[in-house]
């Protein structure tokens, strides 16, 4: 019998090829996947790879700046104050002032690369606010103007309007205007910049464009796409010497700042950059001014106070503390302030600290970045010790990030200087925070001049909200302390060193520091106020009045009241009678 025809031989032959074919198939698939999943697990090894490297490129370039801030304020910092020096020949001003010149654009180069490192980490924030761009637009196109060296080169400002009204970040505008004109200028020899600002309308959208355009050597149509690309760099006989990062940190900024920027160029004819931004951007998104303005009205005081003939809080100068681990600038703040300061040094926080916590000086400048114990800690720690918590600080840095800032502040810091910083400049901050520390000072004397009670209440809230939080409880606790043993004669700084747990000569520091007086003078000031509301209540005489404060001497009384308030206390208590 013949067998069905799917039985037969070469029915089973099919069959058994058809099922290799599969299995075939299937491995072949199998096989296809896996190099396709191993390619892909290389190319994004690779890829992961390149952005590391890319990174620690970025990180070595960061650090290296960092590094370079250092001796950048060796440099700049003892020019300026030669410069200031009047008995120069011009010869030597001239010479100076080419150093100086040099040494700032150094310092340019640097806040380029640092900027282009945040903008790249995306550690860069964005902070508008509304006002009008003309004014900004024109002031810096003047500048160039002005510096301009190039005879042959006409620099123009177009401003389309005296008032252009929209949010904007004045630090990033400035950036980016700053590297396209220095490159127009650096690539024109002879003919015309010109900065332009205007607004225009597309697709029934209002822009503000800002424009930058030159008669110069111009950029090759291959070229042309790349030009915004890092690290990218033109190769021709007009191509200068650079970083090749400054378009791309220009690119960065203006698509951090919502904004779009596109170039226009012909070779020997010139090139045009169009900066556009949304006329009614509010960006919501963004820090706004207002938010951050308190931090940058402290950052950015100005240099024009006198030094304030501070009262020493002993018999010498006050002390000032410098926690700086180079030895350079640890020696140059100190020269600087030599004549006007007691300077004591430490070369890490841990040091600092302990100098502050032995000497309790008047003011504490310290760099960030140091071994043992950074800047950051030690101004926590000493914010936290009320040993130590009123003792304005200012930090040292080369980072100048807003982040860094407000982590700065945070912990208590009470100035920020950046590096590369002149002797002049921190001289500033000093006598700022020492003149509002002297103020406050004035404000605590005054609470016990006789005159009008709403007057002096609306003083010791004034006071109360100057004074950290630790200060206020460490005064009201001195404050309780006395008046629970008002009518005792023991009460002295002895006694209450013991109670607050400090040396008498901390307790005196801390005392003459927040208040101006003295130990002493203080338990006294506090003995009289009790006095006077004692007097006012009416219920005793002078004589028990005197006793009730610890006075066994009604003379001594009246001479210590007398001294408090101005007048004696009958002739205290006819005036209260007679107002």
């Known amino acids: 019998v013949n067998p069905p025809l799917w039985l037969t031989w070469w029915a089973k032959l099919i069959y058994i090829l058809v099922s290799i074919s599969i299995i075939y198939l299937i491995l072949h698939a199998y096989k296809k996947k896996l190099d396709l999943e191993s390619l892909y697990t290389l190319e994004k090894k690779n890829h992961e790879q390149e952005q590391e490297l890319n990174q620690e490129r970025l990180r070595f370039y960061t650090n290296i700046t960092h590094e370079l801030r250092t001796p950048l304020t060796l440099i700049l910092g003892p020019l300026e104050d030669m410069q200031k020096e009047t008995s120069l020949p011009a010869k030597q001003a001239q010479k100076l002032s080419v150093i100086h010149q040099s040494a700032l654009r150094l310092l340019n180069l640097i806040n380029q690369i640092l900027e282009f490192r945040k903008t790249e980490t995306q550690n860069k924030k964005l902070c ?35 008032e252009m009204l929209l949010f904007f970040d004045k630090e990033i505008i400035t950036i980016v205007l700053d590297n396209l004109i220095s490159n127009a200028i650096k690539y024109t020899e002879q003919g015309r910049v010109t900065l332009s600002l205007y607004q225009t309308m597309r697709n029934e959208v209002a822009y503000t464009e800002i424009k930058v355009s030159d008669t110069g050597y111009g950029i090759s149509a291959e070229a042309l796409p790349h030009i915004f690309d890092r690290y990218y760099q033109e190769s021709g006989k007009h191509q200068a010497s650079g970083t090749g990062i400054g378009l791309a940190l220009v690119k960065n900024l203006v698509t951090l700042h919502e904004g779009e920027i596109r170039a226009e160029s012909m070779q020997n004819e010139g090139s045009t950059f169009y900066i556009s931004l949304l006329t009614d951007n509010i960006y919501p998104n963004a820090l706004h001014a207002d938010s951050t303005e308190p931090i940058q009205e402290d950052t950015n005081q100005e240099a024009s106070l006198e030094y304030p003939q501070e009262t020493t809080l002993d018999t010498g100068k006050p002390i000032l503390l410098i926690v700086e681990d180079n030895e350079e600038i640890q020696k140059y703040i100190a020269e600087s302030f030599a004549n006007s300061f007691e300077v004591l040094t430490a070369y890490n926080g841990e040091e600092g600290k302990q100098q502050a916590l032995s000497r309790i000086p008047d003011i504490v400048v ?61 001289r500033s901050r000093i006598n700022n925070l020492l003149e509002s520390r002297k103020k406050l000072i004035a404000q605590f004397q005054t609470q016990s001049v006789l005159g009008n009670q709403a007057d002096l209440k609306e003083k010791r809230i004034v006071i109360a909200e100057a004074l950290s939080k630790l200060d206020n409880e460490f005064i009201e606790k001195i404050t309780l302390l006395i008046e629970e043993n008002l009518s005792s004669e023991k009460i002295d700084i002895t006694y209450l060193s013991d109670k607050m747990c400090m040396s008498g000569s901390t307790l005196y520091r801390k005392m003459k520091a927040l208040t101006g007086l ?23 005489n002078i004589s028990e009045i005197a006793y009730k404060v610890g006075m066994n001497s009604t003379g001594y009384f009246r001479q210590c009241f007398k001294e408090e308030f101005g007048v004696s206390p009958s002739d205290y208590l006819k005036q209260i009678i007679q107002s």
């Open 128 to 162: 508008v606010s509304k006002g009008n761009i003309a004014p900004l637009i024109y002031e810096i196109g003047l500048k160039y103007k002005e510096l301009n060296q190039k005879t042959r080169i006409d620099f123009q400002i177009q401003i389309e309007k005296e």
């Open 518 to 540: 003295s130990t002493n003078e203080y338990i006294r000031k506090v003995k009289m106020q009790n006095a006077e509301r004692l007097l006012l209540e009416g219920k005793f």
């Open 366 to 426: 310290s760099d960030i970045m140091m071994p043992v114990m950074d800047g950051i800690t030690l101004c926590r720690q000493l914010k936290e010790d009320v040993r130590t918590s009123h003792i304005p600080f200012i930090l040292l840095t080369a980072k100048d990030s807003l982040q860094d800032k407000e982590e700065g502040y945070e912990v208590g810091a009470d100035s920020y200087l950046t590096k590369p910083f002149s002797a002049s400049l921190l």
